[in-house]
């Protein structure tokens, strides 16, 4: 079953913060999130496991509550370089290695 | 200098004409992935394979096949079949493992004449 994304699309001024969130009715072993801009391949940005730990980089964080199948992308004092569609993959116990994507949240920032 | 290579970048298919969309991987990953992407929406499974001579249909594999017949190498053909082939293709190669990150081709867009 597919994640579910939210919010859709987000509009911010450079400098603004955003928060991304992926839900799954499943169990999950892990969350991976990527950065796609229009046009091009998905970058990845991280991988949460299930633990509910938090990982980031730069100015761009993520949590997993392994309680509520939920993880959230934080992303803090907004670069122009940041706009593009953000996605997360799922995998579960019984995924075998494949990762289920959401539909994607869409990112714009604007100078 | 590792990495995927997917090939053609532009492809156009004429109907009833059978396309092939080239993907080499050089990461010496086990696993490989066939996405289909539709303007604005998520990505689809098409096909993918965890080993050499084996490969499993994904979410939406009618209208198209693949081989692996070496690993550094996973060809998706879309054939006839598929009647509404005009996407974004991807492909993808990781290790074969939980927890590891899938790695992307720049993708290849296919158009019908």
């Known amino acids: 079953q597919q994640p579910v994304q939210s919010p859709q699309a987000v509009i911010l001024r450079e400098g603004e913060d955003a928060v991304i969130n992926c839900s799954s009715s499943?169990?999950?072993?892990?969350v991976h999130w990527y950065r796609q801009k229009h046009g091009e391949a998905p970058i990845f940005l991280m991988i949460?496991?299930?633990g509910g730990e938090q990982k980031g980089h730069d100015k761009i964080s993520a949590s997993f509550n392994e309680k509520k199948q939920q993880s959230s992308l934080y992303l803090t004092a907004s670069q122009l370089s940041y706009s593009g569609t953000y996605f997360c993959g799922t995998e579960s116990m019984d995924s075998n290695y494949q990762l289920i994507w959401g539909a994607g949240t869409k990112l714009i920032i604007k100078p | 200098d590792g990495g995927i290579t997917q090939s053609p970048k532009y492809l156009f298919r004429k109907e009833g004409q059978n396309v092939t969309l080239s993907c080499e991987q050089n990461l010496n990953h086990d696993a490989m992935y066939w996405y289909r992407q539709d303007p604005g929406q998520g990505l689809r499974l098409i096909y993918y394979s965890q080993i050499v001579n084996d490969f499993q249909k994904g979410d939406i594999a009618e209208g198209y096949s693949v081989s692996r017949e070496k690993k550094e190498s996973f060809p998706l053909t879309v054939t006839s079949a598929q009647k509404n082939p005009t996407a974004f293709y991807l492909c993808?190669?990781?290790?074969?493992?939980?927890?590891?990150?899938?790695?992307f081709g720049d993708g290849t867009r296919l158009s019908i004449l």
């Open positions: 949460l496991l299930k």
């Open positions: 993808a190669s990781s290790n074969r493992a939980s927890n590891q990150p899938q790695h």
């Open positions: 499943k169990a999950l072993y892990s």
